[in-house]
C-alpha cells in the first residue's frame, strides 16, 4: 500500500450540470456554463434540449454555451429521447416536457430501464400530463405534455430531490403557484439555480418543520453565467482512499460543500477522518472549499437516518472506510439505496463479504463490523452491476487489500467520473 499524495480537483458537480443545461436552455439569450460534467449522463440531458430546440455547443476553452427557447419554446423533439444510464435527465425532463404542448418518449440502457419511475408519473400525472410507462412505471415511456398544466400542492412521500425537482420544473410553464411539501430536506440545487436564473420562488417552513417550496409559473428566466463547482460526491472516493491508506495526505481542489449534500464529510469526521476545509468560498450561490484529507483511525458508529438524503449517494463508498473502521457502523432508512443504478445494499454486502468485510446486510441498511484498521483480504472480482459507484467503492477498497481487488466493469465510471482512474493514479493509486 503506497500513500497517496499530491492535490487533485475532481470533475463538476453532476446534479448542478444537469440543472444549469436544463435552465439555461428555458432562459431567453445566451447562458455560459464553466466546469461543467462532461460524462455521459450530463451529456445525455444536453443531447436532449438540444432535440427539444435549445443550441448548445462546447467551445475549446471548455466553456459551454447555450442559446434557451425560453419557457414554453421547447420543441417536439423528432425521435425518442436516450437517457443512457442517467435517472437524473429522465426524472427533471420528465417535469420540463410535462407542462409543454408536446409528445416524447424516453429510452435508456439495461441499468435504467430497469429502475422505477412511478414516483414521477405520479405527481405529474396530477398535474395532467399523460404518461404511458413500460409495466412496472418503467422505460420506455412516452410522456404527452398538458398545456396549461394544473397547478397542485404535492407532498413528497419520500425524500427525492429528483421528484421534488420534477415537479418544480414543470411549475415553471404551469400558470399560478404549485408547491411542493418536503418532510425531509433534500439536496436544493434546484431551489437555488431557479432563484439565480429570476424565477418566482420561494422556501418557507411548515408547522411540523417541513419546507414548503413554491413556484409561480409562466415564468421568463434571465440568461446566466454559471461556473460549476467540483462534485462532493465525486471527492468522496479519493477522500475515503487517502483516509484508509496509511501515510496519505493530499488536496481535493474545489469541492461544492452544499450542506445538503455534504454529508458524507460530516459522518467521516464523526468517525474520525482529520478532513479540513480550507479557503471556505462561495462559487455561483454554492459554498465551496479545498478539501485537505490525512489517513486517519476512522471509528464505527451509528449513522444517524436524518443524515441520509444529504449523502445517498456515497453510501457505498462510506461502507468501505466502515469495513477498515475499529468497531461497529450502523446505517439505517436507506430503502433508496435498493432502487439506484443496482440494489447497492445487496451489491456492497456481497461485494464486500467477497474481500473480506463482515457484514449483515437488514432491509434498510448494513452493519460492518471494521477491520481497525488492518487490511482486507481482497482476492476477488467484483460483479458491478454496471453502477458506477460500485466500481469506484471497489478500487478504492482494493488499495486497502492484501490481494487485489478485481472490477469486473469499469465503464460505468464513464456516467459520472470519466478521469476517475487517471486522477487516482495521479495521486499514486496502484491501478491497473
Not at 66 to 92: E, F, K, Y
Not at 171 to 187: A, D, K, S
Not at 292 to 308: F, H, K, M, Q
Not at 400 to 420: G, L
Request: glycine share 12%; aromatic share 2%; charged share 20%.
Amino acid at each position: 500500500m503506497r500513500p497517496l499524495s499530491g492535490r487533485a480537483g475532481v470533475p463538476g458537480d453532476k446534479s448542478i450540470s444537469h440543472r444549469a443545461l436544463m435552465l439555461s436552455a428555458l432562459a431567453v439569450g445566451e447562458s455560459v456554463v464553466e466546469g461543467l460534467l462532461e460524462g455521459e449522463d450530463v451529456l445525455a440531458t444536453a443531447a436532449a434540449m438540444r432535440a427539444m430546440g435549445a443550441t448548445i455547443e462546447r467551445g475549446a476553452d471548455g466553456r459551454w454555451t447555450i442559446h434557451g427557447v425560453g419557457v414554453g419554446g421547447l420543441l417536439q423533439p423528432d425521435q425518442a429521447l436516450d437517457m443512457g444510464n442517467s435517472g437524473t435527465s429522465t426524472r427533471l425532463l420528465m417535469g420540463l416536457v410535462a407542462s409543454h404542448p408536446i409528445t416524447a418518449t424516453f429510452i435508456g440502457d439495461a441499468s435504467l430501464s430497469k429502475r422505477p419511475m412511478n414516483r414521477v408519473i405520479a405527481p405529474l400525472s396530477e398535474m395532467g400530463a399523460e404518461i404511458n410507462a413500460s409495466p412496472g412505471g418503467r422505460l420506455p415511456l412516452m410522456l404527452r405534455g398538458l398545456c396549461p398544466a394544473v397547478p397542485i400542492e404535492y407532498c413528497l412521500p419520500v425524500a427525492s430531490a429528483q421528484v421534488k425537482s420534477a415537479v418544480l420544473l414543470a411549475g415553471l410553464n404551469t400558470p399560478g403557484v404549485t408547491r411542493v411539501i418536503e418532510p425531509v430536506p433534500t439536496r436544493d440545487h434546484s431551489e437555488r439555480m431557479l432563484r439565480g436564473f429570476g424565477a418566482e420562488l420561494t422556501v418557507e417552513e411548515d408547522g411540523d418543520g417541513a419546507r414548503v417550496i413554491s413556484i409561480r409559473g409562466e415564468a421568463e428566466l434571465t440568461p446566466q453565467h454559471i461556473v460549476v463547482p467540483g462534485d462532493p460526491s465525486s471527492a468522496a472516493f479519493p477522500t475515503v482512499a487517502a483516509l484508509i491508506v496509511p501515510g496519505s495526505e493530499i488536496v481535493i481542489g474545489n469541492v461544492g460543500l452544499n450542506p445538503t449534500r455534504a454529508g458524507v464529510y460530516d459522518v467521516l469526521r464523526m468517525m474520525g477522518a482529520d478532513i479540513e476545509f480550507v479557503d471556505r468560498r462561495e462559487v455561483g450561490g454554492e459554498p465551496v472549499a479545498d478539501l485537505r484529507v490525512r489517513a486517519s483511525t476512522l471509528r464505527g458508529i451509528e449513522v444517524p437516518p436524518d443524515i441520509a438524503p444529504s449523502m445517498i449517494d456515497e453510501f457505498p463508498i462510506l461502507f468501505v472506510a466502515a469495513a477498515l473502521a475499529e468497531g461497529r457502523t450502523i446505517t439505517r432508512g436507506l430503502e433508496e439505496l435498493r432502487v439506484k443504478e443496482s440494489d447497492r445494499l445487496a451489491v456492497m454486502a456481497t461485494g464486500l463479504r467477497a474481500i473480506g468485510a463482515r457484514v449483515e446486510e437488514a432491509e434498510e441498511g448494513l452493519v460492518i463490523d471494521g477491520t481497525g484498521g488492518a487490511p482486507l483480504a481482497g482476492g476477488a472480482t467484483i460483479a458491478t452491476h454496471l453502477d458506477h459507484r460500485i466500481a469506484m467503492s471497489f478500487a478504492v477498497a482494493g488499495l486497502a487489500a492484501t490481494d487485489a481487488v478485481t472490477i469486473d466493469d469499469m465503464t460505468p465510471v464513464q456516467t459520472s467520473f470519466p478521469v476517475f482512474t487517471e486522477l487516482m493514479r495521479g495521486l499514486g493509486a496502484e491501478l491497473r
